[in-house]
């Protein structure tokens, strides 16, 4: 088999199994309400369009195809626009497919964990801003008699 369709089928090899991973990191998760470092989107969350035109959005896995290659981009298809949903991949293809979308996910994780990093040492640098004022609130009591 030619390398290049090799490579090409790859990223597309993602078959029933990826439908998972939407699930896994959608881009919507916000848990505990905090501000979610979001995947480049190829458009709003009305505007999505999945970019494969043989895939019809009343398809199972509709949805779960628009998250991986709309959202996390790590799904792409043929050069043609269609994705072939029905061919069969190999296990190279599924693990080149399965790859990209967990460095996908690794970089959403490093993201939201910068984020946090961030957050956290803005609280403490407010806190000891605080600590260091009480301080001088203190210095400037008068002595107890």
Sequence with gaps: ????????????????????LAAIAPAQAN???????????????????LPFTDVSPDHWAYE???N??????????YPDGTFRGENTVTRYEFAAGMDSCLSVLV??????????????????????QSLSDLREIESD???AP
Excluded: H, W
Aim: net charge negative.
């Design 107 to 128: 970089d959403l994780a490093q993201q939201q964990q910068q984020a946090s990093d961030q957050d956290v040492r803005s609280l403490i640098e407010s806190m000891e």
């Design 31 to 49: 848990p505990a309400g905090d501000t979610v470092v979001e995947p480049v989107a190829q458009g709003t969350e009305q505007q999505r369009v």
């Design 1 to 20: 088999m030619n390398a290049n369709l090799v490579v090409k089928r790859s990223a597309v090899a993602l078959g029933l199994g990826f439908g998972v």
């Design 64 to 66: 779960a195809l628009l």
């Design 68 to 77: 991986l290659a709309g959202v996390y981009g790590c799904v792409s298809g």
């Design 141 to 143: 009591l008068p002595e």
